[in-house]
């Protein structure tokens, strides 16, 4: 978890996201490699990403691969256990009785069935809008396997003293998986907005609208991490999981890892 601070900032700056053009709808799904229903769900999604559908409003597009359908016979190589309790309290709010996939939840307050077309686009397009949010990112490539991201910007709304999370998920596209057991057999099926890591970057109250808020996030990363297949969903969430605003970030092609320097060695 990361941790922010907030100052005041000059008041030159100003809230140029009233237009709903800039007001993006998070869309996250709830799938499994391991569920016959969930590829047509996810090609879906993916069409949706590409903007095959004239939505007239932006997306974020998250995907949660659940791991309850991992005793069918073919364990998804992105499950986990954190999705499948994020899908439970989604589950709770919503008034839902028993999980299910693939689902599709929208800004954290309706959900629908995920691989029906119209249901995704209508549940889409009925969804309330915010001003989005306005973060700069600067990536450092620690090693390896940690990136730490610095946010810095604005919420472009008024916090009251209830308070909201920030949080940040690292997600991957263009994942490629040759299915070789369970419902999905001989399969070669294609993952984007796979979420790899959800952080809560910090928790906010009281803040003003042009109020500067800066906070800093270290992500572990996998085997094979490809910056050029990545990007980060920054979005507000309450404890009623209530989602009021998000913002996309793509990280830098250039994501190196760093090099150690030679050591001089006097004769």
């Not at 309450?238 to 990280?251: C, E």
Request: aromatic share 12%; hydrophobic share 35%.
């Amino acid at each position: 978890m990361g941790s922010c601070f907030g100052r005041q900032s000059s008041s030159s700056v100003q809230d140029d996201y009233n237009s709903k053009e800039e007001n993006p709808v998070v869309v996250e799904l709830f799938s499994s490699l391991g569920d016959a229903s969930s590829p047509e769900a996810e090609m879906l999604f993916s069409q949706v990403g590409r903007g095959d559908y004239d939505l007239e409003m932006p997306v974020i597009l998250l995907a949660y691969h659940v791991d309850y359908w991992n005793h069918m016979g073919w364990k998804d190589p992105f499950g986990s256990s954190l999705w499948t309790v994020r899908q439970k309290a989604y589950n709770e709010a919503l008034q839902i009785d028993s999980l299910y996939t693939p689902q599709a939840v929208f800004q954290g307050k309706s959900q629908c069935m995920a691989n029906e077309e119209d249901e995704l686009l209508s549940g889409i397009k009925a969804s309330p809008r915010y001003p989005g949010l306005a973060f700069e990112a600067t990536f450092e490539r620690l090693s390896k396997d940690k990136l730490q991201v610095t946010f810095t910007g604005h919420l472009r709304k008024n916090i009251d003293s209830v308070g909201v999370n920030i949080n940040v998920a690292l997600y991957e596209n263009g994942l490629v998986t040759d299915v070789e057991n369970g419902p999905n057999i001989g399969r070669v099926l294609t993952s984007d907005y796979v979420v790899r890591k959800l952080e809560k970057l910090c928790f906010v109250k009281d803040i003003t609208p042009k109020q500067t808020v800066t906070g800093t996030l270290k992500f572990n990363l996998w085997e094979g991490f490809d910056s050029s297949k990545c990007g980060l969903a920054v979005f507000l969430q309450d404890d009623y999981y209530y989602i009021f605003g998000s913002q996309d970030i793509k990280l830098p092609y250039d994501l190196e890892v760093p090099t150690t320097a030679p050591c001089n060695v006097e004769a």
